[in-house]
């Protein structure tokens, strides 16, 4: 008889090992001669050595279901241990649709015509501006893109960055730190990570510098290289930092700059740069610009009505400015 300790690395051990080591007692089924104590985030298993051999692997390939869904249960288990977890894993796997598996198992997937085209234009180009109103998913597809990517191991880490301008409010007038004034700014940045990624291994990521989260300032005089990088809130830049954070772009990094153009709290006299970056760089090949509307929202119903009304009363506006 011998005895080994197999470590569950990366995983809350309640997620692993079940409620009430629910998971824990399926193994326990399927291996009845073997000794099982799960304590923290290892289990220790004492048994035959042939059967240890076959445990660990398949303890293994329960901790690859785990992080590649973030989501292992019961049933899952069973199947896995069964021997049908192969071709179950598969099917999940090549669903085309499908671009992270988020918290629980959920399928984070793009769900519109223009976030498709979105998920289609990044694999194809360098760098791909997608535009759009409020609520049309611009950041959170581009942030699965960005997980996808990780996880493929298709690039190193990722860069998240936005620029400090919201709203006419001023960051000096925030209290705390400088890291407690930006992070406001940053947050959904951060909800839409932790929808896709378990909330521990986040900030392991971030600990680690695999995941970057920064204001735009912070990316001056960088080289981005490996990386998937997203600047969110675009329409707030001035043309000038647009340019300096496209000359940030290393080889081997992808790009995604998201916006909304009708919701610019730069100062009036102050160009937006993503407007203008739409017509300087429109016709260089790599570059691609998605075009969102009310048609791609995908939060409330009434978000789609909100912006529908706004675009009818800012063309007669418009028609008013012309008479």
């Not at 007692?25 to 799960?38: G, N, Q």
């Amino acid at each position: 008889m011998r005895e080994i300790v197999i470590p569950i690395e990366n995983i809350d051990p309640i997620a692993f090992f079940g409620v009430n080591d629910a998971n824990l007692e399926v193994l326990r089924k399927y291996f009845p001669t073997l000794k099982m104590v799960a304590r923290g985030s290892e289990i220790k298993v004492s048994g035959d050595e042939v059967l240890l051999s076959t445990f660990r692997l398949r303890v293994n390939q329960l901790a690859e279901y785990y992080h590649k869904h973030n989501n292992l249960n019961e049933e899952i288990v069973e199947v896995l241990l069964a021997g049908k977890g192969d071709s179950a894993s598969k099917e999940q796997a090549t669903n085309s649709d499908v671009l992270v598996y988020g918290q629980n198992g959920i399928q984070v997937r793009a769900r519109s015509a223009n976030q498709k085209r979105m998920v289609e234009s990044s694999e194809k180009n360098g760098i791909v501006f997608a535009i759009g109103p409020a609520g049309t998913g611009k950041t959170y597809t581009a942030v699965a893109l960005a997980v996808r990517a990780l996880k493929k191991q298709e690039i190193r880490r990722i860069v998240l960055t936005r620029p400090a301008v919201e709203a006419g409010e001023n960051l000096g007038f925030l209290p705390g730190d400088l890291k407690e004034k930006i992070d406001p700014y940053l947050r959904p940045l951060y909800d839409a990570l932790n929808d896709m990624i378990p909330a521990e291994k986040v900030r392991k990521y971030i600990e680690d510098g695999v995941i970057e989260i920064a204001p735009l300032a912070f990316m001056r005089g960088r080289t981005l290289d490996n990386a998937f990088v997203i600047l969110d809130e675009a329409q707030n830049t001035t043309e000038s930092q647009l340019k300096m954070f496209l000359t940030r772009m290393g080889p081997n990094a992808r790009f995604i700059v998201t916006g909304d153009i009708t919701q610019i709290d730069l100062p009036r006299n102050m160009p937006s740069g993503l407007i203008k970056a739409a017509q300087i760089l429109a016709n260089i090949k790599g570059i691609d610009f998605i075009y969102l509307d009310s048609a791609d929202v995908v939060r409330h119903k009434l978000v789609k009505e909100i912006i529908e009304a706004y675009e009818v009363n800012s063309n007669k506006n418009k028609e008013t400015d012309t008479k």
